[in-house]
């Protein structure tokens, strides 16, 4: 026995050092993985359409840190969903942020809880408005004015649903009612109020810059608010000091100003000159104005205004200066207005709400809320996968859309689990809700013992946006890996010149840049301190939302990028914990007046959601008596592993033309490779182990056998990508290891061949042995043809790329292979053995 391993062993390092690839003996009776089993069950029971409710009744007002409507979220809304599905309501308890509340029902084990604490040691300061509004006059009579001040005009009162002014300005009785009606279907099942833009309204609120200050206390009828007026005056650029229209700042006492700086900037100016309201839309980003091939900001993006602060809150709390956050239509409208005035035209700023220390219950504060759900595992309730979304932000996709699906997640899987169509997990699985970057640190602050037991994190912000509205599908922000680490290119816009990187592969800054992996305009993040040792986490997520495609909806579309940091999965890897964050990013909505309803999908959040549950569940079913879950797992991260030394390969081609064009420094080009190749190597053969140091407490014999062998296998193809960086990466790439193919006459049964070679090394096909006539593939191919007919022209079957040679592409040396292994057998034979059913 120990004679055929050893000998197996031998063909099958001589198969990858050979073609670069491994072979994967299929089962004749393939039996359905457990992975394509979980998503097909959540596939029938996870909705869309319900999980847009959801969203709905988030969307309906602006949640702000500490706020009431976003207190009314969590405390309220989640918990009665919660609790409407099966668990049990352990209700509020209030504690400082170094404890679990009375009510947490973390170590029970006897049923599944949801439960609210508020951390009541947070005083932090909350901004809560209620109302706002930009109304002009005056100007004089000129052409176009009517048309020109609508296009300018704010009003909203869509920023907190609990109040009398919110109710009454839309005329319902209760929040009940006003879900209700954006809720509302036709006969035909569409939603009257989302397609005909009555919902995208409600999003004109964040035309009051975040954080700026109140004219008028909260509780003031818009009616009676006196709010304050002013002259509309342009200043072009300012400094906080001076500005570039207006060499006499003096002047300005009592104006409105409108600037192509930041409002914090312009409140600074104002502030000091004594003007009474700032305007600019100076915070847009690029990709919030999408545009056409012409240049022209494409509908409705040209009314997109970014939701972003000005002044700091302690600033403006003691203020009465309001900030307006302006779209691109606005800004033009009244730059137009002051150039055909007749008069001076004068603004109307109201802004009514308060500012208040999130503690304070004399105001209505209650401290920093947190929503816990737990369905407790079977066998390890201890050991927990854990799943966030952060409620704050005024938005729909922005984060509406992770609340919503994170609760039709939480609510359905525990239906699933009582009425019998899904097994209790092994593992607990805990849902979250509260505030981005809060939440997490104010869990592990207070579950001390349960943070150490949290297997890994997935955080859901953004996920459920329409890609062909929004530009973006889906994006797997990974675990820091070493995409992270090394340069790795840069997202674009479409309608920009260029990729960020020539055809030599430099990129702006003049360095090689690598593919495919992309950053988002975000931008990368440290990964100093965190959480980057090799994981399955990014593969198994990847894994699940390729069995969403292939057994749920061929039409979802997932990418990934480098982490980068931003939201709560950066706060738990700070304390070693695997963590991935899901969204869409760069988008077209994010943080702006036009991410609305309109611009998320009930399709794109049911998707996620299933992918996103059905990686919980893997994750939390992989135990040793479930052995074969974690091998489907390390099969998953094997083959990842593959792929990405695949397309190392082609970097490590794109490196050569890089020094060839750029310097000719070939030994640092090299030197890199092998830098970046190593990182590669080190990190998936740590993230082949971590299925079982993170799933399993005692390993079979079996599954180490597995392991090991995935493990030499990697290792055979690390060291075949070295050598080819050490052959391709030079002034004329070396063909020091070709193949030679010989001829083979095509029969009625099987195409033939004309003598050619293969180069293992660049991965191309030459029709020389010097390698100096490149060819296809399809060149080589001789067709049968019977003598009565002419010969066939061989086709060229490629795809037109310049794809590099795939570690599992046998085309060209599967003969050479088979005859390999065809000799082994009749030296002595040797057993194949099947992997695992999965």
């Given at each position: 026995?120990?004679?055929?391993?050893?000998?197996?062993?031998?063909?099958?390092?001589?198969?990858?050092?050979?073609?670069?690839?491994?072979?994967?003996?299929?089962?004749?009776?393939?039996?359905?993985?457990?992975?394509?089993?979980?998503?097909?069950?959540?596939?029938?029971?996870?909705?869309?359409?319900?999980?847009?409710?959801?969203?709905?009744?988030?969307?309906?007002?602006?949640?702000?840190?500490?706020?009431?409507?976003?207190?009314?979220?969590?405390?309220?809304?989640?918990?009665?969903?919660?609790?409407?599905?099966?668990?049990?309501?352990?209700?509020?308890?209030?504690?400082?942020?170094?404890?679990?509340?009375?009510?947490?029902?973390?170590?029970?084990?006897?049923?599944?809880?949801?439960?609210?604490?508020?951390?009541?040691?947070?005083?932090?300061?909350?901004?809560?408005?209620?109302?706002?509004?930009?109304?002009?006059?005056?100007?004089?009579?000129?052409?176009?004015?009517?048309?020109?001040?609508?296009?300018?005009?704010?009003?909203?009162?869509?920023?907190?649903?609990?109040?009398?002014?919110?109710?009454?300005?839309?005329?319902?009785?209760?929040?009940?009612?006003?879900?209700?009606?954006?809720?509302?279907?036709?006969?035909?099942?569409?939603?009257?109020?989302?397609?005909?833009?009555?919902?995208?309204?409600?999003?004109?609120?964040?035309?009051?810059?975040?954080?700026?200050?109140?004219?008028?206390?909260?509780?003031?009828?818009?009616?009676?608010?006196?709010?304050?007026?002013?002259?509309?005056?342009?200043?072009?650029?300012?400094?906080?000091?001076?500005?570039?229209?207006?060499?006499?700042?003096?002047?300005?006492?009592?104006?409105?100003?409108?600037?192509?700086?930041?409002?914090?900037?312009?409140?600074?100016?104002?502030?000091?000159?004594?003007?009474?309201?700032?305007?600019?839309?100076?915070?847009?980003?690029?990709?919030?104005?999408?545009?056409?091939?012409?240049?022209?900001?494409?509908?409705?993006?040209?009314?997109?205004?970014?939701?972003?602060?000005?002044?700091?809150?302690?600033?403006?709390?003691?203020?009465?200066?309001?900030?307006?956050?302006?779209?691109?239509?606005?800004?033009?409208?009244?730059?137009?207005?002051?150039?055909?005035?007749?008069?001076?035209?004068?603004?109307?700023?109201?802004?009514?709400?308060?500012?208040?220390?999130?503690?304070?219950?004399?105001?209505?504060?209650?401290?920093?809320?947190?929503?816990?759900?737990?369905?407790?595992?079977?066998?390890?309730?201890?050991?927990?996968?854990?799943?966030?979304?952060?409620?704050?932000?005024?938005?729909?996709?922005?984060?509406?859309?992770?609340?919503?699906?994170?609760?039709?997640?939480?609510?359905?899987?525990?239906?699933?689990?009582?009425?019998?169509?899904?097994?209790?997990?092994?593992?607990?699985?805990?849902?979250?809700?509260?505030?981005?970057?809060?939440?997490?640190?104010?869990?592990?602050?207070?579950?001390?013992?349960?943070?150490?037991?949290?297997?890994?994190?997935?955080?859901?912000?953004?996920?459920?946006?329409?890609?062909?509205?929004t530009g973006r599908s889906m994006r797997i922000e990974k675990t820091p890996d070493p995409s992270a680490v090394f340069n790795y290119t840069l997202d674009t816009l479409p309608w920009e010149d260029g990729k960020?990187?020539?055809?030599?592969?430099?990129?702006?800054?003049?360095?090689?840049?690598?593919?495919?992996?992309?950053?988002?305009?975000?931008?990368?993040?440290?990964?100093?301190?965190?959480?980057?040792?090799?994981?399955?986490?990014?593969?198994?997520?990847?894994?699940?939302?390729?069995?969403?495609?292939?057994?749920?909806?061929?039409?979802?579309?997932?990418?990934?990028?480098?982490?980068?940091?931003?939201?709560?999965?950066?706060?738990?890897?700070?304390?070693?914990?695997?963590?991935?964050?899901?969204?869409?990013?760069?988008?077209?909505?994010?943080?702006?007046?036009?991410?609305?309803?309109?611009?998320?999908?009930?399709?794109?959040?049911?998707?996620?959601?299933?992918?996103?549950?059905?990686?919980?569940?893997?994750?939390?079913?992989?135990?040793?008596?479930?052995?074969?879950?974690?091998?489907?797992?390390?099969?998953?991260?094997?083959?990842?592993?593959?792929?990405?030394?695949?397309?190392?390969?082609?970097?490590?081609?794109?490196?050569?033309?890089?020094?060839?064009?750029?310097?000719?420094?070939?030994?640092?080009?090299?030197?890199?490779?092998?830098?970046?190749?190593?990182?590669?190597?080190?990190?998936?053969?740590?993230?082949?182990?971590?299925?079982?140091?993170?799933?399993?407490?005692?390993?079979?014999?079996?599954?180490?056998?597995?392991?090991?062998?995935?493990?030499?296998?990697?290792?055979?193809?690390?060291?075949?990508?070295?050598?080819?960086?050490?052959?391709?990466?030079?002034?004329?790439?070396?063909?020091?290891?070709?193949?030679?193919?010989?001829?083979?006459?095509?029969?009625?049964?099987?195409?033939?061949?004309?003598?050619?070679?293969?180069?293992?090394?660049?991965?191309?096909?030459?029709?020389?042995?010097?390698?100096?006539?490149?060819?296809?593939?399809?060149?080589?191919?001789?067709?049968?043809?019977?003598?009565?007919?002419?010969?066939?022209?061989?086709?060229?079957?490629?795809?037109?790329?310049?794809?590099?040679?795939?570690?599992?592409?046998?085309?060209?040396?599967?003969?050479?292979?088979?005859?390999?292994?065809?000799?082994?057998?009749?030296?002595?034979?040797?057993?194949?053995?099947?992997?695992?059913?999965?």
């Amino acid at each position: 026995m120990k004679t055929r391993k050893v000998l197996l062993c031998v063909v099958l390092c001589m198969c990858l050092i050979v073609s670069g690839f491994s072979f994967a003996f299929a089962d004749n009776n393939v039996k359905t993985t457990y992975m394509q089993q979980t998503v097909e069950q959540l596939g029938e029971r996870l909705d869309g359409e319900k999980m847009f409710d959801y969203l709905s009744y988030v969307y309906l007002g602006w949640r702000t840190t500490g706020g009431s409507w976003q207190n009314r979220v969590i405390d309220t809304f989640v918990l009665d969903q919660l609790v409407d599905s099966g668990y049990k309501n352990a209700g509020k308890g209030s504690i400082d942020s170094n404890n679990k509340s009375a009510n947490d029902k973390s170590s029970a084990v006897d049923d599944d809880y949801a439960w609210v604490t508020y951390f009541n040691d947070v005083g932090s300061l909350t901004w809560d408005p209620e109302y706002a509004k930009l109304e002009l006059s005056g100007g004089g009579d000129f052409e176009g004015k009517e048309d020109l001040f609508n296009r300018i005009n704010v009003e909203s009162a869509a920023f907190n649903p609990t109040t009398d002014t919110y109710l009454d300005y839309y005329g319902v009785d209760s929040i009940d009612d006003m879900w209700k009606w954006i809720t509302k279907k036709d006969g035909n099942g569409n939603r009257v109020n989302v397609l005909n833009g009555e919902e995208a309204k409600l999003n004109d609120r964040v035309h009051l810059a975040w954080n700026s200050s109140f004219t008028d206390p909260a509780g003031t009828k818009p009616e009676d608010a006196e709010g304050v007026s002013g002259e509309i005056v342009y200043i072009g650029t300012t400094n906080g000091t001076t500005c570039s229209e207006i060499a006499d700042t003096s002047t300005l006492q009592g104006k409105v100003l409108i600037t192509d700086s930041s409002l914090r900037n312009a409140f600074t100016l104002a502030n000091k000159v004594g003007a009474v309201a700032v305007a600019s839309k100076a915070s847009l980003s690029s990709y919030s104005v999408p545009k056409d091939e012409n240049g022209n900001i494409i509908h409705p993006f040209e009314e997109s205004a970014r939701y972003a602060s000005g002044a700091s809150l302690s600033l403006t709390q003691n203020s009465n200066i309001v900030e307006w956050q302006l779209s691109t239509d606005q800004y033009n409208a009244l730059l137009e207005v002051l150039d055909k005035a007749k008069e001076p035209v004068i603004a109307k700023n109201i802004a009514i709400g308060k500012v208040y220390a999130m503690n304070d219950e004399a105001q209505g504060g209650k401290g920093q809320a947190i929503a816990l759900a737990e369905i407790k595992g079977s066998t390890k309730p201890d050991e927990r996968i854990f799943l966030c979304a952060h409620v704050q932000e005024p938005g729909s996709n922005d984060n509406a859309t992770g609340v919503a699906a994170l609760l039709g997640m939480a609510t359905e899987i525990k239906k699933m689990i009582d009425d019998g169509t899904l097994e209790r997990p092994e593992r607990t699985i805990t849902f979250m809700w509260g505030d981005e970057m809060s939440m997490a640190r104010l869990y592990m602050s207070s579950h001390k013992a349960e943070k150490e037991g949290i297997v890994s994190v997935l955080n859901l912000d953004m996920v459920g946006e329409d890609p062909a509205k929004t530009g973006r599908s889906m994006r797997i922000e990974k675990t820091p890996d070493p995409s992270a680490v090394f340069n790795y290119t840069l997202d674009t816009l479409p309608w920009e010149d260029g990729k960020g990187y020539d055809e030599t592969f430099k990129d702006t800054s003049g360095e090689f840049v690598r593919l495919p992996d992309s950053h988002t305009l975000w931008g990368a993040g440290s990964i100093d301190g965190l959480f980057q040792e090799g994981f399955f986490l990014n593969d198994l997520y990847m894994y699940a939302a390729q069995n969403v495609i292939e057994h749920h909806d061929s039409e979802f579309g997932v990418d990934v990028c480098p982490y980068e940091g931003g939201s709560d999965h950066s706060r738990f890897l700070e304390q070693g914990i695997p963590a991935l964050l899901t969204w869409h990013f760069t988008d077209y909505t994010y943080h702006t007046s036009v991410d609305t309803l309109a611009m998320s999908s009930a399709q794109e959040m049911e998707d996620v959601g299933i992918t996103s549950m059905a990686a919980g569940l893997l994750m939390a079913n992989a135990t040793d008596e479930n052995e074969d879950i974690a091998v489907e797992m390390m099969a998953e991260v094997q083959k990842a592993a593959f792929e990405r030394f695949a397309k190392e390969q082609q970097n490590t081609l794109n490196h050569q033309i890089y020094a060839k064009n750029n310097g000719g420094d070939y030994e640092t080009a090299l030197a890199n490779e092998k830098e970046v190749l190593k990182a590669w190597h080190d990190w998936y053969q740590e993230a082949l182990l971590s299925v079982e140091n993170s799933l399993l407490e005692s390993p079979s014999a079996e599954y180490k056998e597995i392991r090991a062998t995935y493990q030499l296998e990697l290792e055979l193809r690390y060291d075949q990508a070295v050598k080819f960086a050490e052959e391709m990466i030079k002034a004329e790439p070396a063909h020091t290891d070709v193949i030679k193919v010989p001829a083979k006459e095509a029969t009625a049964e099987a195409d033939g061949n004309i003598e050619y070679y293969y180069c293992k090394y660049c991965g191309k096909y030459y029709a020389d042995e010097a390698c100096t006539k490149e060819i296809t593939l399809a060149d080589t191919v001789v067709k049968f043809v019977p003598d009565e007919e002419e010969p066939a022209v061989p086709g060229d079957k490629t795809d037109g790329t310049q794809n590099p040679p795939k570690t599992g592409d046998n085309s060209g040396i599967a003969a050479f292979i088979i005859m390999l292994i065809a000799a082994a057998t009749a030296a002595g034979g040797f057993a194949i053995k099947r992997r695992r059913e999965q």
